[in-house]
């Protein structure tokens, strides 16, 4: 028996609908044309990125901030790019861009509070 790796990636939201318009209209991330019930899964490779409403006993409200504690990366072709949108738009970046062994690399934090690192470098 042997584990292969990630091959689903889903964060849990307060609000299904407001989480996929920014995650389609912030970050251009795209769905298919049919998902499951109380879930947006975003055509993204090579691993499926979805968000979901809370499972049973999940309160998002009652954690300092959700996924403390979990790194959550996104290639892009340009992070500088998409950095200047989301900063023009008003999105909190916890950390700037700065250049890594990962390409341009910075940080923000989307609607629920999940930090998410973008990246440029495959």
């Known amino acids: 028996m042997t584990v292969t790796g990630p091959d689903f990636i889903a964060l849990q939201v307060r609000d299904l609908d407001r989480a996929a ?3 389609e209209d912030r970050l251009g991330l795209r769905r298919p044309p049919a998902g499951p019930p109380g879930a947006i899964v975003f055509a993204t490779t090579p691993i499926p990125f979805a968000l979901r ?3 049973p006993g999940v309160d998002l409200d009652a954690a300092a901030r959700p996924g403390l504690g979990v790194a959550l990366w996104l290639h892009a072709t340009d992070a500088q790019e998409v950095h200047d949108a989301l900063d023009a738009a008003g999105v909190p970046v916890v950390t700037p861009p700065f250049d890594g062994p990962f390409g341009r690399t910075f940080t923000f ?3 629920d509070g999940y930090a998410v690192t973008i990246h440029d470098k495959r």
């Open 21 to 23: 318009a920014f995650y």
């Open 53 to 55: 409403e809370p499972l």
């Open 109 to 111: 934090t989307d609607p």
